[in-house]
């Protein structure tokens, strides 16, 4: 390369006025432009002037994305600044021609062109790693860092070290694992949280047991179990603390999520060598799909929220053929959203799931999200048969479950008083999926 890094400097003309006056849709472009010509986003800040006019900076690993907007104008200001050969900003200038639905005149600049600067002999500077840069093996930003998982209105943010541990984008989504000051090392997908060491157990203990208990007190143990997503391995290493299970299925998308977590988070991704477990790396939705009918006694849906590749499992579709593959009296579980997060999603699904299993067989259940916006998250617990998991539970056999555990098995957060709790909704829960 005969220069450090590219300049493209653009004038989009006759833009949307209303997008240049929406810093909201200009960041999230800004960002989008980003990430789709492969940099590793590092934090982007902007902000929106009274009374029209938008500026920003979307801050690179491989250096800036910057915007500035003359609404009344439809004229936008656009500097496109990328070293090293792994991003090629053009990339980011189609999305953002597009974006704003504009014309534009653009010039491309060499900055630090290799034919008039030299490296100072002598001078001891760290070597610049953006020719052997590989993310996945992980990185240090040294500045105070905080991961937000937000939409346009709310937000759960957690510092984290600068460790980077792993940061890799799959086919599918950008998978991260930080370390974070409150809660140990978290993985992240996209921009939401998934899940941190100290508060995983939350999720994990009661996406599965409640599921397991309420299949057992009508049917007896628990042996062949499917698991749709849950690629970090906390969903199967709760499974696995039944002794009866004699075979667990786990389809999981993105096999980046499974090696991040085995490689950081070793005590969630503890079960993988399991011989019980037949690890598919595939589709959920069309695995579930090819399934003939009554093969699982319990089926965990263990999906990110619905974007992307996870869209999918929130679908009537999806739910009539997990419907299908479940035995008779066979439990289904799927995280719900959050009422106070995603009201609509959370409703929805609560719908979709009585259309397909009926009104009185899907029981939703609370519990406390401490790293998930708003800390209400839910569960969508659907049985195939008539019988209540509340009710028809056998909480003796919870409790002699519970105390059978020991040393790291041992359950932190479900116990048999909570097993009913957790079906107990306050009033404008129950309102919300009443009316
Ligand atoms: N907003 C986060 C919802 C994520 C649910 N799945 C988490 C995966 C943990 N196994």
């Known amino acids: 390369m005969k220069a450090l890094g590219r300049h493209i400097l653009v004038e989009?003309?006759?833009?949307?006025?209303?997008?240049?006056?929406?810093?909201v849709q200009i960041e999230k472009a800004m960002v989008e432009a980003a990430q789709i010509a492969g940099a590793t986003v590092i934090n982007s800040t902007f902000h929106h002037f009274s009374p029209y006019g938008v500026s920003g900076v979307v801050v690179i690993q491989e250096s800036h994305l910057a915007i500035h907007t003359w609404p009344e104008y439809r004229y936008a200001a656009v500097d496109l600044f990328t070293c090293g050969d792994s991003v090629d900003p053009w990339v980011s200038f189609e999305h953002l021609k597009e974006a704003f639905g504009a014309s534009y005149s653009a010039l491309e600049m060499n900055r630090g062109s290799t034919h008039v600067i030299k490296k100072g002999d002598g001078i001891q500077v760290k070597p610049n790693d953006a020719e052997n840069?590989?993310?996945s093996k992980g990185y240090k930003i040294n500045r105070n860092v905080w991961f937000t998982d937000k939409d346009e209105n709310q937000a759960l943010s957690l510092r984290y070290t600068g460790n980077v541990l792993f940061d890799e984008v799959s086919p599918f989504q950008r998978v991260r694992v930080l370390e974070s000051y409150?809660?140990?090392?978290?993985?992240?997908?996209?921009?939401?949280?998934?899940?941190?060491?100290?508060?995983?157990?939350?999720?994990?203990e009661m996406i599965t047991h409640p599921a397991v208990q309420a299949f057992q007190a009508i049917q007896g143990p628990v042996k062949n179990a499917l698991v749709i997503g849950?690629?970090?391995g906390g969903t199967i290493r709760e499974l696995f603390k039944?002794?009866?299970?004699?075979?667990?299925t786990m389809v999981?998308?993105?096999?980046?999520?499974?090696?991040?977590c085995k490689m950081h988070l070793p005590s969630i991704a503890r079960e993988f060598s399991n011989p019980k477990l037949n690890l598919i790396i595939g589709d959920g939705i069309k695995f579930v799909a090819e399934t003939k009918s009554e093969q699982y006694d319990v089926i965990i849906v263990d999906g990110s929220d619905p974007a992307g590749p996870a869209e999918g499992l929130f679908t009537t579709e999806f739910y009539k053929n997990c419907m299908k593959a479940l035995k008779t009296n066979g439990v289904l579980i799927t995280q719900g959203e959050s009422p106070m997060f995603h009201q609509k999603t959370f409703v929805e699904l609560n719908s979709c799931l009585k259309n397909v299993f009926g009104k009185n067989s899907v029981h939703t259940m609370?519990?406390?999200a401490t790293t998930y916006p708003s800390g209400m998250w839910s569960l969508q617990l659907a049985v195939k048969g008539q019988y209540s998991p509340v009710k028809d539970v056998k909480l003796d056999q919870v409790k002699k479950f519970v105390d059978s555990l020991s040393g790291e098995k041992s359950l932190k957060y479900y116990?048999?008083?909570l097993h009913g709790a957790a079906f107990t909704l306050p009033t404008f829960v129950r309102q919300m999926l009443n009316s």
């Open 182 to 204: 409150a809660y140990g090392k978290m993985l992240t997908i996209d921009d939401m949280v998934m899940c941190t060491e100290k508060d995983e157990f939350h999720y994990h």
């Open 366 to 368: 609370l519990f406390h």
């Open 415 to 417: 116990n048999e008083d």
């Open 133 to 135: 840069y590989d993310p």
């Open 242 to 248: 039944y002794n009866t299970l004699d075979k667990v």
């Open 230 to 232: 849950g690629g970090d």
């Open 252 to 260: 999981e998308i993105d096999e980046a999520v499974v090696r991040a």
């Open 12 to 23: 989009f003309l006759n833009c949307k006025a209303d997008v240049l006056n929406d810093v």
